[in-house]
């Protein structure tokens, strides 16, 4: 697929509000502290852009792993039923995307077993989840070739459908880490989520540098409402540091819709799990409510196509933490699987969080 000139389906509902907002941020911003003294206050947590992706154009379905490259300045979508990336690039103030030529993936597993949960990059390569149920990730060029795999310590006891779901990197003086989680409790480590009970899920930090791994228990919420059927679990992450990262709970229950709530969790002074056949022993690592995106304003979203609490929910599988605004704030990329469905949205949302809330 070649490139492509910005098509119309790239603006988003609410354009004028959310362009009209931007600017008066880079205004504030360079105004001085006396012209902003008493008139300006710090801006919220909020939803810049809602940007549904082209039905017609199948690089936009089953999109479950998100990237963002500051270099190049495009997002990166990994497809779990096709072999390939989809490349975003962000049109001025990230109030649209546009699609660029995707990278075809030369990874050696079967066709019938590819099943791309995640995505993250580290350097010049990408890192891949090629299929949630193999404990491994795969390191690959940025033009889709040179694969090597990482093995990772055994997820025992996988649940179908409900592995590894996630991964980060981060590097720096400390080393080079690889992050994986899997999205629902192995079988030694209890039940799945219910909405009376979380599941534990576990986060594992792998060393690249033949540093020690790590790994520590994680509870989730339970389901925010009765249903059937009904799950919530983790569906994907990104690093902030060699101790932080951010991760997303996304649930769902039949005839209710989505829930999604991003979580900052702290590894530091955590029980390390690797050595424990059953995770509910350890005390579960600590997190921190980052954002409900439920309470969020959701004006520039489209109407979804069954019941859900608020436009702008849906079943948001890859997360990325983009620049940061004029403003301050950070911003967070969320891109959902639709999974070829007409019941849901494939859909690309860009938020602006509230400086000092990550």
């Known amino acids: 697929m070649t490139d492509r000139a910005a098509p119309p389906y790239a603006v988003p509902r609410g354009l004028p509000r959310a362009a009209v907002a931007i600017a008066a941020l880079a205004a504030a911003c360079q105004a001085g502290p006396a012209a902003r003294s008493g ?43 096709d072999k390939w990336i989809t490349v975003l690039e962000p049109r001025p103030g990230f109030l649209g995307f ?35 149920d193999q404990p491994v990730i795969y390191s690959i060029d940025r033009s889709g070739r040179g694969a090597t795999r990482i093995e990772l310590p055994e997820f025992r006891g996988t649940r179908d459908n409900r592995g590894l779901e996630g991964i980060g990197y981060a590097s720096g003086a400390g080393g080079r880490y690889v992050f994986a989680v899997n999205e629902q409790a192995l079988e030694g480590d209890g039940p799945t989520c219910t909405a009376g009970h979380g ?40 690093a902030l540091s060699a101790d932080r990262v951010l991760l997303i709970e996304r649930a ?20 390390d799990t690797l050595a424990l056949g059953d995770a509910r022993t350890a005390v579960p690592v600590r997190k921190r409510l980052v954002l409900d ?41 969320l891109v959902s699987d639709d999974n070829d469905r007409p019941t849901q ?8 969080v509230a400086r000092g809330a990550l």
């Open 199 to 238: 599941t534990v899920v576990r986060i594992l930090r792998r060393s690249l540098d033949g540093r020690p791994d790590r790994e520590v228990a994680y509870l989730t919420e339970p389901i925010f409402t009765d249903g059937t059927p009904a799950d919530n679990g983790v569906s994907d992450l990104v």
């Open 98 to 132: 546009d699609l660029r030529s995707p990278i075809a993936l030369d990874i050696a597993i079967d066709a019938k077993a590819w099943d791309g949960e995640a995505l993250a990059i580290a350097g010049d390569r990408f890192l891949v989840v090629a299929n949630e």
């Open 252 to 271: 769902f229950v039949q005839g209710s819709g989505n829930a999604v709530r991003i979580y900052d969790v702290d590894l530091r002074g955590a029980q």
């Open 39 to 81: 008139r300006w206050s710090a801006p919220p947590t909020e939803i810049l852009s809602c940007v549904d992706l082209p039905r017609e154009d199948r690089h936009s379905h089953n999109l479950s792993g998100l990237a963002w490259d500051p270099a190049a300045r495009r997002l990166y979508a990994i497809s779990d039923r």
């Open 293 to 333: 995106l439920a309470l969020l304003a959701d004006e520039p979203c489209s109407m979804p196509p069954v019941p859900q609490r608020r436009k702008s929910l849906d079943n948001y599988e890859g997360i990325a933490i983009g620049p940061k605004l004029p403003d301050g704030r950070q911003l967070l990329f």
């Open 345 to 352: 949205t494939p859909r690309l949302l860009t938020i602006a």
